[in-house]
């Protein structure tokens, strides 16, 4: 599982942050900044949660 | 996976946000029966926050705001009635009727139709008037923009701000004319408001607060809009954002209890066995903040979505309470706005990062000794923190405290 982020679609919501915080960082810059972008099986749950709830549904996640 | 017994067709009706959190709600949680979804609009369901911004400035084309790709609307299995209104529903036959006369047989139903652009008199025999709520309609306004010169945006409420900057981005005279003293004064107290004002002001977009529309003006097509005091702003484009009604028309005789929005319990289900409702039209007590509310934002419309579908497949004894701290924002200009929880003007406010001169702050809202509420310009890391001391009923007191130690 990868991380993917279309940046041309992130606005810095934060929302996945708040779910998966390992994953996911916006920083005092509010750019977003992906902490691990290949998380291990176990946290598969929040991330598919992140994608869900992103409000510009701006993250996806590549099976390679 | 759930355990009750799972229905044999459920049908969702309103194709949007909230429609197909619902429906991909129901695969997760293994349900394998039919699912059929009806959305009076005709295309598949797609992200409407961008047509107030991104699309209207023309940055982008529909094709970017689809919601899913083709492939994984195949895989949810999905029979799409689209472009198809529901004009009635029997509760007791379980059956929804659409506008061809077609009942469509249910054992589970979710309402997701959404609300609808409230109108003003006077608006629908002149050319170049606009609401804004679907893609068809964005499209409408946006190739007026390409002509125009002289924008008038009538409310000054999150749609109509996020209109009005689209439309100074785009390089045209905007006007806004706001009835209230100051802008979202209904909802929040008025310094917040302010801070929104100020956004445009700095823009120099002509705002006008405290001043009502008596009519517009011209022949055929727009020319201006006519204020209270008979005065006149000139606009070859008229935008109206008042707010928007919940689309229960269409239930009016089933006897569901209807106000302002469906009436649902605290676990989104309706007074209908098998139906609940999700998104802009249901009405519900949340018991987190201790009130009833309905609220319009995307990211309700995908918990709510969830929580409906996940309520239909459970037993009476498995039902949960839906609980959501509130979240929505809006992006305008470079500033983006995010607000979590609950505000209203009366509400004690404390801003306890950055400063609204610089435009960049977050402030917290207190009532009755609690944190209600957080807003953030500009300050994403900072908002999202407090998501979880409102759901845990933060005192506010703990609240700024917390505040003061990050």
Redesign the interface.
Same mark, same amino acid.
Request: no cysteine.
């Given at each position: 599982m990868r991380v993917v982020v279309d940046f041309d679609r992130c606005?810095?919501?934060?929302?996945c942050?708040?779910v998966a915080p390992e994953i996911f960082?916006?920083?005092?810059d509010?750019f977003l900044y992906i902490l691990d972008e290949k998380p291990s099986e176990a946290l598969r749950p929040k991330v598919e949660e992140a994608v869900?709830?992103c409000?510009?549904?701006a993250i996806s996640i590549a099976e390679d | 996976m759930a355990s009750a017994a799972p229905p044999g067709r459920v049908v969702v009706v309103g194709a949007s946000l909230a429609g197909l959190?619902a429906l991909?709600t129901l695969r997760q949680e293994g349900f394998e029966g039919e699912l059929i979804a009806v959305g009076a609009e005709t295309t598949l369901p797609y992200?409407r #926050?961008p047509l107030s911004k991104q699309v209207l400035q023309g940055h982008w084309e529909p094709d970017k705001i689809v *919601?899913r790709e083709p492939g994984q609307y195949d895989a949810l299995g999905v029979t799409w009635h689209l472009g198809r209104r529901a004009t009635g529903l029997d509760v007791s036959a379980r059956t929804v009727t659409l506008d061809d006369g077609e009942p469509l047989a249910y054992d589970g139903l979710v309402i997701a139709t959404g609300a609808t652009p409230r109108r003003m008199p006077g608006t629908s025999e002149l050319a170049g008037i606009h609401v804004l709520r679907t893609l068809d309609e964005c499209l409408a306004l946006r190739q007026e923009l390409e002509s125009a010169s002289r924008v008038c945006v009538v409310g000054a409420g999150f749609i109509g701000a996020e209109v009005a900057a689209s439309a100074r981005v785009r390089g045209l005279d905007v006007t806004v004319l706001e009835a209230l003293p100051s802008p979202l004064a209904r909802a929040f107290p008025a310094e917040m408001g302010a801070a929104c004002a100020a956004l445009h002001l700095d823009q120099g977009v002509d705002l006008r607060c405290g001043v009502t529309v008596a009519g517009f003006e011209g022949e055929g097509r727009v020319s201006g809009v006519r204020l209270g005091d008979g005065s006149v702003v000139e606009a070859d484009v008229v935008v109206v954002g008042i707010g928007v009604v919940p689309e229960t028309g269409w239930l009016e005789s089933s006897g569901l209890p209807l106000e302002n929005g469906v009436v649902c319990d605290s676990t989104c289900a309706t007074a209908a066995p098998g139906v609940v409702a999700a998104g802009d039209i249901a009405r519900w007590p949340n018991n987190l903040f201790g009130e009833t509310m309905r609220v319009e934002h995307?990211?309700n419309a995908?918990?709510q979505g969830t929580a409906a579908a996940k309520r239909l497949l459970a037993g009476p004894g498995d039902a949960v309470d839906f609980t959501p701290v509130p979240?929505f924002?809006s992006?305008q200009y470079d500033a983006?706005i995010?607000f979590l929880g609950r505000c209203c003007p009366t509400d004690e406010v404390r801003i306890v990062d950055g400063s609204i001169e610089e435009r960049r702050f977050v402030a917290l809202f207190g009532r009755d000794g609690r944190l209600f509420g957080a807003l953030a310009f500009?300050r #994403?890391?900072l *908002?999202?923190a407090y998501?979880?001391l409102l759901a845990a009923k933060t005192s506010f007191e703990d609240a700024v405290a917390h505040a003061q130690g990050s």
């Open positions: 606005q810095s919501n934060a929302v942050m708040d960082e916006v920083r005092d509010n869900r709830r409000p510009t549904q | 959190s991909e992200d #926050p *919601l995307w990211s995908v918990e979240y924002w992006d983006k995010q500009n #994403p890391r *908002l999202m998501r979880k």
